[in-house]
Nanobody, 121 residues
Framework: QVQLVESGGGLVQAGGSLRLSCAASGSIFSINIMGWYRQAPGKQRELVASITSDDRTNYADSVKGRFAISRDSARRTVYLQMNRLKPEDTAVYYC???????????????WGKGTLVTVSS
């Protein structure tokens, strides 16, 4: 089994910063793409940012220039640095990983349980 555990959420005022972390553990051969998604009340889950195994990044337009994703492959951890937070960033943030389970490239998609980020105005 594979587990993704997020941390770092909380309550912050608009304009503030938070750093989310997500650590992967379990039966992992390697990890392809890792990413952060978010889901606000009454809305669909959306991609916030993703990063490939060779550190290519992709961001939602709404967070470009404010958020930065990074990863520590040795520690199987992905981070999301969130700056200049806005009330509309309030959501549950989920970690996602495309995990290679064995040398035959058997891959599976895994999700964390989520961490709540609340930005007050």
């Amino acid at each position: 089994q594979v587990q993704l555990v997020e941390s770092g959420g909380g309550l912050v005022q608009a304009g503030g910063s938070l750093r989310l972390s997500c650590a992967a553990s379990g039966s992992i051969f390697s990890i392809n793409i890792m990413g952060w998604y978010r889901q606000a009340p009454g809305k669909q889950r959306e991609l916030v940012a993703s990063i490939t195994s060779d550190d290519r990044t992709n961001y939602a337009d709404s967070v470009k220039g404010r958020f930065a994703i990074s990863r520590d492959s040795a520690r199987r951890t992905v981070y999301l640095q969130m700056n200049r937070l806005k009330p509309e960033d309030t959501a549950v943030y989920y970690c996602n990983a495309d995990v290679i389970r064995d040398r035959y490239n058997t891959n599976m998609d895994y999700w964390g349980k989520g961490t709540l980020v609340t930005v007050s105005s």
